[in-house]
């Protein structure tokens, strides 16, 4: 069966600081990969979604970055974290077919400070 | 550019009621809709998907209904229990610039006992 591990579950950093959030995917080939982010109160805005290694489409221009470097690991990166950045992380993947369903990780809580 | 709404913010109920949540789209070229189910400081749980060739999904006390002329969905929670009280969160798969699920922002669902 698929699952999908997405770590660390909590974060605080300061202000300024680099974020490395790394998810992965196993049982699966060549999924469909998403980072979203759900701020306090608001919706799930889309980061940015992968179609296959090294292909990473981003949503919304920001000083975040994605990367795939394996077919089944998606890491979302920051240089320098604003405090805007704080919210709740959430990596999802889909098999590709337009019919099928998106399956969440767990999530990671970042706090900027 | 598609836009996913669902009122209420927040409904509560007591247990044992059937209840209805209500989610609307603008654009009703789609592929599929789905629904999820959040709890506090969790990911997503995928509910039901719809797709776009078909009017409702069942899955257990659970019925999702689509109407695609209207724009519109329904949650039909049967027998409302404590254990259902979490967020509910539908989202829209456009037909144009596919992979991209359009998230309403949710309801929260308490069930009172």
């Known amino acids: 069966s698929q699952t999908i591990h997405q770590w660390p579950a909590t974060l605080v950093q300061p202000v300024g600081s680099p974020l490395s959030l790394e998810c992965t995917v196993e049982g699966t080939s060549n999924p469909n990969l998403y980072w979203y982010r759900q701020a306090a109160g608001r919706g799930l805005q889309l980061l940015f979604y992968?179609?296959?290694?090294?292909?990473i489409s981003s949503e919304v221009p920001q000083n975040l970055s994605a990367s795939r470097p394996q077919d089944r690991q998606f890491i979302l990166s920051s240089k320098k974290l604003l405090l805007s950045d704080s919210g709740f992380y959430l990596c999802?993947?889909?098999?590709?077919?337009?019919?099928?369903?998106?399956?969440f990780g767990s999530g990671t809580q970042l706090s900027v400070l | 550019k598609q836009e996913v709404t669902q009122i209420p913010a927040a409904l509560s109920v007591p247990e044992g009621e059937n209840l209805v949540l209500n989610c609307s789209f603008t654009?009703?070229?789609?592929?599929?809709l789905q629904w999820f189910r959040q709890d506090p400081g969790k990911g997503l749980t995928s509910l039901l998907l719809?797709?776009?060739?078909?009017r409702e999904q069942t899955s257990g006390r659970l019925n999702a209904s689509l109407d695609k002329s209207s724009g519109r969905s329904t949650l039909y929670i049967a027998a409302s229990q404590p254990g259902d009280s979490a967020t509910y969160l539908c989202?829209?798969?456009?037909?144009?610039?596919?992979?991209?699920?359009?998230f309403g922002q949710g309801t929260r669902l308490t069930i009172n006992p």
């Open positions: 992968s179609v296959g290694i090294g292909q």
């Open positions: 719809i797709q776009s060739s078909q």
């Open positions: 989202a829209s798969l456009p037909a144009e610039g596919a992979q991209k699920l359009v």
């Open positions: 999802a993947w889909s098999s590709g077919d337009t019919n099928e369903k998106l399956f």
């Open positions: 654009d009703s070229a789609i592929y599929n």
